[in-house]
């Protein structure tokens, strides 16, 4: 731990330079903490942004690596040798024909449901914080996880050779479970809602000195997420979108795209403009939600009833920031049903071809609800976060989708099948435009 700390302090180009409370701005060495000694507020990692200003340029992004690790002066690590598992850099697409269902001309999604390695945005998070953890000498990472959080610590920690131990709630879908075990780390199921799960977590790193990435581990891992700003702004040619929107458990990933936007115009790659921050939470959790809706500054925990399970936080951590930035921006915090959430789902797989899981779901369905409702100006540059990948939530769709029409091997068979579908798409399409 010392000798990253020497390095760092020897690094005259290095931006990143302590961590300090956002609430009463006290400041602290870049060790693995995340609450604040005098007032137990979160802490955030600072940087020098006239290092940064003199030192960045777009040419030098640009001629990075294709992955998070061209931003690495705005991260907070030191090592010139980052786990670059090529996290980062998924497509920003733009959406002609679901925009022209909701009624909307300039709508893209930035699809982290193909992020590396392990198809949802958690893999940048992690591919930080378990860069920063190797610096900091931890030898065994672990998180309380909703799942792909797990999925992404196992596999990077397999990566990069570290010992791994995650924390899930038991009633996880099958996917993900599977899709963690296959790197073999330990896994704790608890019997618990991820909120018991997180408690116990923070009791486990007070005692066995491991690298918690969401917990102890925390102001470096949700910096990973500013990544996602800073790539749209990229990816639009330099410029910053009119709208996002984005799913919220924490409300981590959205503050922090939020600022990953304010540091590209605080070092002058993009122009200042205003952008609307539009939030998606699932109606069977959503704390932050209610509180926008209720014109609290407060949030009350709520017990998570959804299938939306990788965003079912019911005491969300940046829950008050992200409240702030949505009602600082013009924007809101939106909650929509199950039923919405699987719709939204097909829509995005039937307009796009891009087949996401739920928290997905609930972006899609919480754009067309602005969209309906008329809330976006179809002028609009609209950037909508797609964070995770359908393949891992199948149980969502069951009994929501088609089934193939099995036949036998002979022309006539398929012949008379084909005919029963072309009825059926006819019924169907009239039931849809009626
Ligand atoms: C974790 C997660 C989020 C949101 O995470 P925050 O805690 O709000 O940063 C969104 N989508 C998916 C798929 C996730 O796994």
Partial sequence: MTQALDRLKQSSTAAFTKLQCKECGAEYEPTAQHVCEFCFGPVEVKYDYDVLRRTVSRETIQAGPNSVWRYRPFLPVTTDTPIDVGTGMTPLVEARRLARHLGLKKLYIKNDAVNMPTLSFKDRVVSVALTRARELGFSTVSCASTGNLANSTAAIAAHAGLDCCVFIPADLEAGKVLGTLIYNPTVMAVKGN????????????????????????????????????????????????????????????????????????????????????????????SPIAQ?????????????????????????PADGVYALDIARNTNGSIESVNDTEIVEGIKLLAETEGIFTETAGGTTIATLKKLADAGKIDPDEVTVAYITGNGLKTQEAVQGYIGEPLTIEPQLDSFERALERSHTLNRLEWQQVLV
């Fill in 291 to 315: 509180a926008y809706r209720e014109g609290r500054d407060f949030i009350t925990p709520v017990k998570p009833n959804t299938i939306a399970k990788s965003i079912a936080i019911g005491n």
């Fill in 194 to 285: 991820y909120d018991q799960v997180n408690r116990l977590c923070s009791e486990v790193a007070n005692t066995h000195g491991w690298g918690f990435v969401n917990i102890n581990l925390r102001p470096y891992y949700s910096e990973g997420s500013k990544t996602l700003g800073f790539e749209v702004a990229e990816q639009l040619g330099w410029q910053l979108p009119d709208r996002i929107v984005a799913p919220l458990a924490s409300g981590s990933l959205f503050s922090k795209i939020y600022k990953g936007f304010r540091e590209f115009v605080e070092v002058g790659l993009v122009s200042d403009k205003h952008v609307t921050f539009s939030g998606a939470q699932a109606e069977g959790c």
